[in-house]
């Protein structure tokens, strides 16, 4: 119950494909969902919250790239530890850097062109990570190399997270 | 396309049996009663045909309580007895609310035994018309199995544990809280068969919430969901209430130029003039959502007297902040789904108050197209809450079957070091959820922690609600940081929390189900079901003891339908211990003569099934995927 791949019926891989995660999710809530279990004894309303929650687990997971590839790692036994393993690429860093400077200039200007500019250049970033991590994950099994562009794509979305926040406020 | 579904317990003796199931509106301004009849979902009214109750009691000293119509009709004469608006008060206790506590001839009343003479009224109303009333014997031949009844979707946990006590309290079984908006959607789903992504602006009486739904092959799965549980149509009307009495002239001086009451400083109107100004501020209201201009001329019960004429524009001008405030919550809700106004399949309208022309047009403007409006706003709620109830009793139809996915509104978080929140469950995670996280102590031999519960999108616990606090105590001494203290959060179907704590190299453990901030217990409500029913100790007993032989003969039933079903999923031995774990339920069952042995009972049973429970999920699971994958491969042929 507790492994989202198994638990989904899902190839044990970064690939996916959406549509069958999506299809699967479904089926399964429709299954275990509590409220599939409104007028049952308590018992089976307790289980059908602990499927109904582990479910929810799953998909949220294997919905999320970063999320899914780390969880490959760990089990593979290299755990992504973003937090006490913090050493980055240098090229990596100045790239961090440059970007960084464009969305302070462009929150100083307020200027969305800039903003969406931006946004152009990390979906190019996400695409490349992903095809990073797919070839080191699925095809290759070399797992230093796809800690790495996991802990680099993280990164990416956080910085991600302020460009957001910058155009929700600009409107 | 068919999903499998599991035996349902107790469903299988009587397939074709109608059960009476409704769905239950609770509004600030109004409240409404639906039901599924025929396969139709409908509105219950009362005996002069109204659909709306007012959400209104008045309390006289030694009689019952007057609801609805009766109640607002005394708020000029008698406004200090007169409780309006209670749900905005839901969830907090008696000392936040001077109005409840200083109810003039009959003492106080907290905000869920107001609401549960609402839910009384409108139970009895269904009750009415179902055939489930008492005959002239009293006995009842038919009884309502349950309701589902609807909340904002922005309500916290304390505000969502105090409906459900009100219900409790009104005798009324709850199936399941369910969102103002989910609800909503699903009338509106249904009746149009939408598939893709739907915006619900939601702006009640006193709340507004807004919705972002994915509609697909019968699932409804909540995206986002924002609102400000302080915002809505009573709102509007305050600012015309605030226009107005600035006009006020005294009764002595006709003629004379506006008096001296400012804008703001209404503490010099009688409670009575307060009152009747307040209606006449919603009556123009409503008028201006048809005209352009109203011609005001009023004369308060002190004889002062307004004289105005108030235009849409003015009303606009003056409203103007709150609108906005509405639109910018929608826009945070885009947000947290990932998506852009223009990306929206649709978007409805619900509430009472979206039939003022200027929200309308607001919503338009920000989504660039007309929004539905084709589902009465004021009774779409409560017509998908029964349709949700309809199907949570287990009357659906073969292939009229839908599933919900709805989410937590707010953030659940932690007090940590320096009066900061540790967010553990982020808002808009879907339900049922639940996560857990470590925690360590701080100081050297430190063998207690306190855990403070809260909730909100604020860095600091002070500006966050506070759920709950419990202590974990045992903690063998250590080092700090050494001890090991994982607390677990889980978020049930209904959207409410309980909380687990676990010292990790020891077991010590201590949890709580987050429901003390509003100041209501267990045994609070018990007394008060005690005084609500008049029963005498004895009566009680015997309920209880009923109810526990209702629960054991539940999931006796249960088992031996799973045992039929799937006994080669267990070992001998399992068996066997199940086969006896029942023989003495039954036989306490059938003595029926202690409650408590009856409830150790069902508990070891419960206990000697849950693995068996888990297996036969896990084989249905499997069976689902299975069909999916037969499916595809036809699709695909």
Redesign the interface.
């Known amino acids: ?1 507790n492994d989202p791949f198994a ?3 899902l190839p044990v891989q970064y690939a996916l494909d959406r549509s ?1 995660l999506e ?2 999710y ?19 309303l ?8 582990a479910t ?2 799953a ?2 997971v294997l919905r999320d790239p970063v999320k899914r590839a780390a969880l490959l790692c760990e089990r593979h036994g290299h755990p992504v530890d973003a937090e006490s393993n913090t050493s980055m690429p240098a090229s990596f860093l100045i790239q961090q850097m440059s970007w960084r400077e464009s969305l302070d200039e462009a929150r100083d200007s307020g200027d969305p062109a800039a903003l969406e500019a931006l946004r152009r250049s990390l979906d190019a970033a996400r695409t490349s990570l992903s095809q990073r991590v797919e070839r080191s994950i699925d095809h290759q099994q070399n797992w230093v190399e796809a800690v790495a562009a996991v802990r680099e794509w993280m990164f990416v979305e956080r910085f991600a997270d302020a460009v ?1 926040a910058a155009e ?1 406020a600009l ?1 | 396309m068919a999903l499998l579904q599991i035996a349902e317990p107790g469903q299988s003796s009587a397939p074709h049996e109608h059960r009476l199931a409704i769905g239950i509106d609770l509004g600030t301004t109004n409240s409404l009663v639906a039901t599924v009849r025929s396969g139709l979902p409908e509105v219950i009214v009362d005996e002069s045909g109204r659909a709306l109750l007012p959400s209104a009691v008045w309390y006289r000293a030694n009689h019952p309580p007057v609801v609805g119509q009766g109640a607002l009709a005394q708020r000029i004469t008698d406004p200090r007895n007169v409780v309006v608006s209670v749900k905005r008060w839901m969830g907090r206790s008696l000392s936040e609310i001077d109005s409840l506590a200083d109810l003039g001839d009959s003492g106080p009343r907290s905000p869920v035994q107001v609401s549960a003479e609402i839910l009384k009224t409108l139970r009895e109303r269904a009750e009415q018309a179902l055939g489930a009333a008492p005959d002239s014997l009293g006995i009842r031949h038919q009884e309502i199995m349950g309701a589902v009844i609807t909340v904002p979707a922005h309500f916290d946990d304390a505000q969502r544990q105090a409906t459900k006590d009100s219900a409790r309290l009104a005798g009324i079984p709850v199936l399941r809280l369910l969102n103002e908006p989910t609800a909503a959607a699903i009338a509106y789903g249904l009746d149009q068969q939408a598939q893709g992504r739907f915006v619900v602006y939601d702006l009640g009486g006193g709340t507004f919430d807004v919705s972002i739904l994915q509609l697909s092959r019968g699932v409804f799965e909540v995206l986002s969901t924002g609102g400000d549980t302080a915002l809505g149509g009573d709102d509007f009307d305050r600012t015309l209430f605030e226009y107005l009495t600035g006009l006020i002239r005294p009764a002595a001086l006709p003629g004379s130029t506006p008096s001296a009451l400012s804008d703001t400083d209404t503490s010099t109107l009688s409670d009575a003039d307060t009152s009747a100004l307040r209606v006449e501020s919603r009556r123009v209201k409503e008028l201006l959502s048809t005209l352009a201009e109203v011609h005001v001329d009023f004369r308060l019960p002190s004889g002062q007297h307004v004289v105005a004429t108030v235009t849409a524009a003015e009303f606009e001008q003056r409203s103007a902040a709150l609108l906005s405030r509405t639109i910018l919550t929608t826009r945070r809700a885009l947000r947290d789904a990932g998506m852009q106004a223009s990306d929206a399949d649709g978007v409805v309208l619900v509430g009472g108050a979206t039939r003022m022309p200027a929200v309308r047009r607001a919503v338009a403007d920000l989504f660039g197209r007309e929004p539905l409006t084709n589902l009465d706003p004021d009774q779409v709620v409560a017509l998908g809450a029964a349709m949700q109830a309809n199907l949570l009793v287990g009357n659906r139809a073969p292939g009229d079957d839908w599933l919900l996915l709805d989410v937590i509104p707010l953030s659940l978080g932690l007090e940590t070091m320096g009066g900061l929140v540790e967010r553990i469950l982020a808002r808009n995670t879907t339900i049922p959820a639940a996560r857990a996280q470590e925690f360590t102590t701080f100081k050297d031999g430190q063998t207690a922690m306190a855990v403070h519960v809260v909730q909100g999108e604020r860095e600091l616990v002070a500006d966050c609600r506070s759920l709950g606090r419990f202590e974990l105590r045992g903690i063998p001494p250590m080092v700090a940081g050494a001890a090991r203290i994982q607390v677990t959060f889980q978020v049930d179907a209904d959207g409410l929390l309980s909380v687990a704590a676990r010292e990790l190299s020891t077991g010590v453990e201590a949890s709580v189900t987050v429901k003390p901030s509003y100041g209501l217990g267990d045994e609070a409500i018990a007394q008060m079901l005690t005084d609500a029913f008049g029963h005498a100790e004895e009566d009680a007993r015997l309920r209880s003891l009923h109810e526990q032989g209702v629960d054991a003969e539940r999931l006796l039933l249960a088992t031996q339908t799973a045992i039929d079903q799937d006994g080669q999923l267990l070992s001998v031995a399992d068996q066997a211990l199940i086969g006896q774990r029942m023989a003495e339920l039954s036989v306490l069952r059938e003595t029926l003569k202690d409650a408590d042995a009856l409830r150790a009972g069902i508990a070891a049973l419960s206990a000697a099934t849950e693995g068996f429970a888990a297996a036969r999920m896990d084989q249905a699971v499997r069976q689902a995927l299975a069909g999916r994958r037969v499916e595809d491969l036809d699709t695909n042929v």
Do not use: I, K
């Open positions: 119950m638990l989904l019926g069958a299809s699967a479904r089926q399964v809530q429709g299954v275990v969902h509590p409220d599939r279990f409104a007028t049952s004894s308590d018992r089976d307790r289980v059908a919250v602990q499927w109904a929650t929810n687990e998909v949220r957001e929700f409107g």
